[in-house]
């Protein structure tokens, strides 16, 4: 999936890449984190098929982002849909010893990490939207995100569903559990 870099979206667009909310399970109930009024969300590393820029990533900004992953500070939609890497060359590369989701190297240890998901960064009055699968970018093909993102990623916070404004779906919408 293709979303520019720092494309700024609309005014009370939910936290996901989507125009639609994601359900999010909360306390065994469904519905929906909004972001609060006021914030802009702004997606970095939707990268479909192309790589928008590369270069040097600082590696404070790689173990901030693994520590938020391995914390869970994703943002994991109720049906847990599947995303895989549109630059990795075919599935050889994405089921590594018939698991699913890449295999990344960092500081002489590996992860593996899932492909759904996604961060959420706050940095003043904008939210930075990643993909949980940006330390495969940044790490396997050497994507640069942008220098507000880095920079966020270095001072700002990262979100939880917990921090967002929450509204429950009436009881004919619930999402059953995944």
């Given at each position: 999936?293709?979303?520019?870099?720092?494309?700024?979206?609309?005014?009370?667009?939910?936290p996901s890449p989507y125009p639609f909310p994601l359900p999010l399970s909360k306390d065994d109930r469904w519905g929906m984190g909004l972001l609060p009024q006021g914030l802009s969300l702004?997606?970095?590393?939707?990268?479909?098929?192309?790589?928008?820029?590369?270069?040097?990533?600082?590696?404070?900004?790689?173990?901030?982002?693994?520590?938020?992953?391995?914390?869970?500070?994703?943002?994991?939609?109720?049906?847990?849909?599947?995303h895989d890497c549109e630059l990795c060359p075919g599935p050889e590369a994405w089921y590594p010893?018939?698991?699913?989701?890449?295999?990344?190297?960092?500081?002489?240890?590996?992860?593996?990490?899932?492909?759904?998901?996604?961060?959420?960064?706050?940095?003043?009055?904008?939210?930075?939207?990643?993909?949980?699968?940006?330390?495969?970018?940044?790490?396997?093909?050497?994507?640069?995100?942008?220098?507000?993102?880095?920079?966020?990623?270095?001072?700002?916070?990262?979100?939880?569903?917990?921090?967002?404004?929450?509204?429950?779906?009436?009881?004919?919408?619930?999402?059953?559990?995944?």
């Amino acid at each position: 999936m293709f979303i520019p870099d720092l494309v700024t979206l609309a005014e009370g667009h939910p936290p996901s890449p989507y125009p639609f909310p994601l359900p999010l399970s909360k306390d065994d109930r469904w519905g929906m984190g909004l972001l609060p009024q006021g914030l802009s969300l702004r997606p970095v590393g939707w990268l479909g098929n192309s790589l928008p820029t590369t270069g040097p990533v600082p590696d404070e900004v790689v173990d901030r982002l693994l520590h938020a992953y391995q914390a869970n500070a994703l943002f994991i939609d109720g049906t847990h849909g599947w995303h895989d890497c549109e630059l990795c060359p075919g599935p050889e590369a994405w089921y590594p010893g018939g698991q699913i989701g890449p295999i990344i190297t960092w500081r002489g240890r590996e992860y593996r990490l899932r492909g759904y998901g996604h961060h959420l960064i706050c940095s003043g009055t904008d939210v930075f939207m990643a993909p949980a699968l940006i330390l495969h970018y940044i790490l396997d093909h050497g994507y640069g995100p942008p220098r507000d993102f880095v920079e966020a990623v270095l001072n700002g916070t990262f979100l939880t569903p917990d921090d967002l404004p929450w509204a429950e779906l009436p009881p004919s919408a619930e999402t059953p559990s995944a």
